[in-house]
């Protein structure tokens, strides 16, 4: 995380100072802490024998600490924008504005690299991460001196006039530990139908990441068709696209079927009207294997793909690339 670049939350710029002589303005992040990852798994005493005994690893959340200074050149001007802060840095707004993600949301941010893989020599990166609390901020009655007017003239035009300062301090958490690459990759499914069809997954990143889908089915099939996805994480994956409703006589309408990739599961979705509830869809998956699911590897993987189904335009896979 470069601490001299742009830092957002909730589409709010959190690391923007600007000066103007010796006032300055703005928020900055002074501190940053985004190492807190902790491994999940079983460890017991070995009976009767030195060690232990210990079963498989996985990544736990992550955990996000950021602090920083708000400056203001009048009171007034930094208690509204304290306000701001504290609304986007509030884990039940970050709830309320995404109740599908749970509130988990982009934490964006860039830093520079020598790695050839990316050659602009920047890396945009996102975490997804919810507050655990309220934000924190300290009021300190010195800084708080407002020395925004002095005399009526604005501060930034006498010389020696400070800023109003207030500390504040989030702790956030990334239930998913991926530090995510921007923008998304995507891959069009424009395979013809009835035919296997080639493709690569391009991950730069140093870590597997999940792989989503979006099928677009525009009209009701005549009959069952499927969609079907093999070689990612040794997957062989079946999507079935039905003709009628879980009752039995009701058409399908035209549907959304989307695989969410980190939650791993099917959701269906009506077309029209538009913003329709999505329905869990469990039931219409296959999987070959047992505890396999569809993830991008490091580097360039490969996969296949078939359908029965008419895919419409914007039918898609796409995934975010990560490092661990």
């Known amino acids: 995380m470069d601490l001299s670049k742009p830092i957002a939350y909730r589409g709010m710029q959190v690391n923007t100072l600007t000066e103007n002589g010796r006032m300055l303005k703005g928020i900055v992040v002074e501190n940053a802490d985004y190492s807190g990852v902790t491994a999940v798994g079983y460890t017991e005493k070995r009976a009767a024998a030195d060690g ?59 830093q520079p690299t020598l790695d050839s893989d990316f050659p602009t020599g920047v890396t945009n990166l996102q975490l997804l991460a919810r507050p655990e609390a309220g934000l924190r901020f300290t009021l300190n009655r010195d800084r708080l001196a407002d020395k925004g007017l002095v005399d009526g003239v604005p501060g930034s035009a006498k010389s020696g006039v400070r800023a109003v300062v207030a500390g504040w301090a989030s702790r956030l958490i990334a239930k998913d530990p991926r530090v995510y690459v921007l923008p998304e990759q995507s891959f069009a499914l ?99 294997q047992a505890n396999r699911k569809p993830m991008v590897a490091p580097g360039s993987p490969t996969f296949k793909y078939s359908h029965t189904a008419d895919l419409a335009s914007g039918s898609r896979l796409f995934w975010s690339e990560a490092f661990a």
């Open 52 to 110: 232990i005994h210990a079963s498989d690893v996985y990544l736990g959340p992550r955990i996000i600490e950021l602090s920083g200074f708000i400056y203001e050149p009048t009171l007034a001007e930094l208690f509204d924008t304290l306000h701001l802060m504290r609304s986007a840095f509030s884990p039940t707004a970050a709830y309320q504005e995404s109740p599908g993600d749970r509130g988990f949301l982009p934490l964006t941010f860039s």
């Open 190 to 288: 424009l395979g013809i139908k009835n035919s296997l069809t080639d493709g690569i997954a391009v991950n730069r990143g140093d870590y597997e990441t999940p792989m989503n889908m979006q099928l677009i089915v525009a009209a009701t099939p005549a009959a069952d068709a499927n969609f079907r996805l093999t070689g990612l994480n040794g997957v062989d994956m079946t999507i079935t696209v039905k003709r009628l409703q879980s009752d039995g006589t009701t058409l399908m309408p035209p549907t959304i079927y989307r695989w969410f990739g980190d939650d791993r599961v099917l959701m269906t979705q009506s077309i029209t009207p538009e913003n329709s509830p999505l329905v869990l869809r469990m039931d219409l998956v296959t999987m070959g």
